[in-house]
């Protein structure tokens, strides 16, 4: 490869074989996130792969996504949108067969008053404060909402990837106490709420991260692998420095690659010094800070002059490298960005 584009290389059988897995792992419907552009790996491709993988409701962020991926399903499967019916969404709600998840009384009133007989779900807020009714919302709207028969009621978890937070019972205790004896289907589970066990379960799961290859959903399938193709090697001499700032010297006579790939590629900058890419599973340390679109590795210890060098692969994983650089692999997934070249593997699976 001659080209000085890094090379994403995004596995859909893993994607799938995630996905059998989370949904093997309830006994609840098992639908599909799909928002952010598929995690930042393609939101179609994302989409028509879980699909074919047996996910019949979608949930995306926005409309907008929504109709992206609407185009990619075709009409049958459910989309469901977390930020509810927003002022200028009704067209699209409407004709592209959206369900919003209504979030407040002013977004309940906007689409009865717009799409009355139209589907939607409710979002209920049990303790994260970020979206959906409050408790004493839905005791004053339930008698107007429920026999207008939602197609979901859910609410979402805070702490679910700390599995003896307190929060979780908590929260769990408050979305019984707001929806048990109520007919509509309920869904309070993403990927850490999976892994709570079978009383967070509910009629639906709502799983993203964890179908692309990241935590908690730690027997995961490894989905992403990132090659940088080396741009050029240099020598240098003891005491002289690589990149801006100067912040990595040379402690002895060293050779230095310079791939290419940085921050503008979602290659955060705070991996710099100390962060490692991988030669044929060979350890090669990041020398100074990260570059918008370079990083300089030293390649010292390699036998031969690497062509490309990865940064995510089996050797290093999304979370793995979202340690390095003091985040979270759903940060490293949706940062990663639209330069590199995608390429989808699909096996026989
Ligand atoms: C993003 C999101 C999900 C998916 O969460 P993961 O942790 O990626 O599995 C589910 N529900 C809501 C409301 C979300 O915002």
Known sequence: MAMATGTLTIDLNAVAANWRSLDSATSAQTAAVVKADGYGLG?????????????????????????????????????????GHMAGDTAAIRDLKLTPLLNSIEQMTRHFEALQGYRFGIQLDTGMNRLGLEPAEWDAARSIILPQNPALVMSHLACADEPDHEMNAAQLKTFRAMTDGIDAPRSLAATGGILLGPAYHFDLTRPGVGLYGGLPFDAAQPVVSLSLPVIQIRTLHPGETVGYGGSWTAPHAARIATVSGGYADGLLRAIGNGGLLFHQGRPCAIAGRVSMDLIGVDVTHLPSAPEVLDILGPDQTIDDLAEAGGTIGYEILTSLGARYKRDYLEGAA
Do not use: C, H, K, W
Not at 60 to 71: I, Q, S, W
């Open 43 to 83: 939101a179609a491709e994302m989409a028509t792969t879980l699909a074919r993988a047996g996910a019949q409701s979608f949930f995306v962020a926005t409309a907008e996504e929504g109709a992206l991926v609407r185009t990619a399903l075709g009409p049958i499967p459910d989309i469901f949108v977390f930020s």
